[in-house]
């Protein structure tokens, strides 16, 4: 269990797909490019595996932990985290029900 004051150190903005590409290096690491309102973010995630054509994530709009520690992945920087269910070790992806600004605040 965690306090109320934990959950509230946890950044989570709406970010929206710029960009998305598969790193040819490694078979299931894709790089997202996300706009997040007052800047661009890169986030690596293991989801090549799911998405065979990642250009139709481009303009999605998604939930991403932004107050992470960065992480080097096969010599790219990930600035922050994906938040999607995890149905039997596939990622399913969350959006708002409708087009909000990027960088809004999910509380």
Do not use: W
Not at 82 to 87: L, M, S, V, Y
Request: glycine share 8%.
């Amino acid at each position: 269990m965690i306090t109320i004051e934990d959950f509230k150190k946890l950044e989570i903005r709406i970010g929206k797909v710029i960009s998305v590409e598969k790193v040819p290096e490694a078979d299931k690491l894709l790089k997202f490019v996300f706009d997040i309102g007052t800047e661009q973010r890169q986030v690596m995630a293991g989801m090549a595996d799911f998405f065979p054509d990642p250009s139709v994530l481009v303009g999605k709009e998604m939930p991403i932990l932004v107050n992470i520690e960065p992480k080097d992945f096969k010599g790219y920087k990930s600035e922050g985290m994906i938040i999607a269910a995890d149905i039997d070790g596939c990622p399913v992806l969350l959006h708002p029900e409708k087009d909000i600004p990027p960088g809004s605040i999910i509380r």
